[in-house]
């Protein structure tokens, strides 16, 4: 299961591991998105995955497509928790609502997801979390409520993993550096802004930002049994990145 896969590293996430053979599932906010994604992989040959439209942060609503999901499939082996974001300013103009709807979306809907897929992962005799975190979470840039959200996610993860150990469930994040995704936020700055962009493309030691695939390998890798000794890991995909925003530290 991979929530928010119909686009940008989701939806990459949940292109690899239909083409290596899973049986996805996965949810995001907009039901059209989710066709569009089920239609490509049934043109390339793949099967489609079961979805559904919702919102991560609803109460009850995940919970319910969790269940429906390991009865679709007759189980559950494995979660990745990609659903994420912020809302709000800096800390002078974020308003509480801001800070608790940027951690609700990020660590707030990790630790209920974690929770929906732990009974039937211990069915199945074990299985992964991968939790999908942000270099943000400990190289400090604005805002700040997206940072702490992503801090926690770490955190959430190395204590999942020492909880759920007895259960063969393993627990790791990994934490993207900024990748170039069609329509965010760095990939509008290259065309709109080339001369900012090349100046934020210094933070990388080789000039060159994070590829979503990049990610999704790594995450793969975790959910496989080829990483059977690993967990409660954050691990980094970032290109050996320095600071997180183009406003360095």
């Not at 939806?11 to 989710?34: F, K």
């Not at 497509?65 to 499939?73: I, L």
């Not at 979503?212 to 691990?235: C, H, M, Q, R, T």
């Amino acid at each position: 299961m991979v929530t928010g896969g119909s686009r940008g590293l989701g939806q990459q996430i949940v292109r690899l591991l239909a083409a290596r053979g899973a049986h996805v599932s996965t949810c995001g906010r907009r039901a059209e998105n989710l066709d569009t994604l089920g239609n490509a992989l049934g043109e390339e040959g793949l099967p489609r995955p079961f979805t559904r439209a919702l919102d991560v942060t609803a109460p009850e609503h995940l919970e319910r497509f969790v269940a429906d999901a390991a009865a679709e499939y007759g189980g559950l082996h494995g979660v990745v928790a990609c659903a994420g974001g912020a809302r709000g300013a800096g800390v002078e103009e974020a308003t509480p609502a801001d800070w608790s709807a940027t951690w609700e979306l990020n660590a707030g809907h990790s630790a209920r997801l974690a929770a929906a897929a732990v009974p039937y992962l211990r069915s199945a005799g074990g299985g992964s979390m991968v939790l999908i975190a942000s270099i943000s979470g400990w190289k400090p840039g604005p805002q700040a409520q997206y940072g702490v959200a992503k801090a926690g996610q770490i955190h959430l993860a190395a204590s999942l993993a020492r909880e759920l150990g007895p259960d063969r469930i393993r627990v790791n994040a990994v934490s993207p550096g900024s990748m170039l995704i069609p329509g965010k936020r760095w990939h509008r700055m290259r065309s709109e802004d080339p001369a900012a962009f090349a100046q934020f493309q210094r933070e990388f030691p080789g000039g060159e930002l994070v590829d979503p695939k990049e990610v999704a390998e790594v995450v793969a890798f975790l959910l496989s049994d080829l990483a059977s000794g690993i967990s409660g890991a954050n691990i980094p995909v970032d290109r050996a990145q320095n600071a997180p925003t183009p406003q360095g530290y």
